[in-house]
């Protein structure tokens, strides 16, 4: 999976979260989840989960705390991934 795809993937988990739509149309990797977008933090829950069945992996609690921007879930799913 390129880094183009990655992201469209991300951008369809995390649009029923968003908070902020400007933000969401200009959504980058260094984007942050709860600061840019608006999300909070039990719906960052929700995303870590969607994020765990959309590529059948299991991010574990200290992973999570790395999952704050764009760039952060890339590599995290980069890695679980590439750990496969």
Known sequence: MNKTELIDSLKEIIKPYIQDEAAFQNLTEDTKF????KI????????????????????????????LTVKGAMDIITDKIGAK
């Open 34 to 37: 709860i600061d840019d977008l």
């Open 40 to 67: 909070n933090s039990a719906n960052l829950v929700d995303i870590v989960l969607d994020v765990e069945d959309k590529f059948d992996i299991h991010i574990e609690d200290d992973a999570m705390e790395n999952m």
